[in-house]
């Protein structure tokens, strides 16, 4: 069974970099699409990034060109690199997986995307 546990959160000023990681200890089935979501104080979820089994990327347009999600398929492993931080990327981020049948993509993600730890959380200050 998927049980993902994120690791990497913390505060920084906006500019910087942070790397989140999410241990997958292997996929049930149907969970072929996995990634992170995100969500603010009074926001809803939000789908940041993901990756399929092919290892296909897509990103909410709010980080494109910033963030990278990336798999380590030796340590069963999810990673976010998040660079040029901005204060609206401050959320709890969660690594999330979903049946990719219909398709992998941050949107999805964000949609049915079930989460499994207690997320991470990111702070970035101006």
């Known amino acids: 069974q998927v049980q993902p546990v994120e690791s990497g959160g913390g505060s920084v000023q906006a500019g910087g970099s942070l790397r989140l990681s999410c241990p997958i200890s292997?996929?049930?089935?149907?969970?072929?699409?996995m990634g992170w979501i995100r969500q603010a104080p009074g926001k809803g979820r939000e789908g940041v990034a993901s990756i399929d089994r092919n290892s296909k990327t897509d990103y909410g347009y709010f980080v494109r060109g910033r963030f990278i999600i990336s798999r380590d398929n030796n340590k069963n492993t999810l990673y976010l690199q998040m660079d040029s931080l901005k204060p609206e990327d401050s959320a709890m981020y969660y690594c999330a997986t979903t049946a990719g049948t219909f398709g992998c993509s941050s949107g999805r993600l964000g949609i049915y995307g079930r989460t499994w730890g207690q997320g991470t959380q990111i702070t970035v200050s101006s």
């Open positions: 292997g996929f049930t089935g149907s969970d072929d699409c």
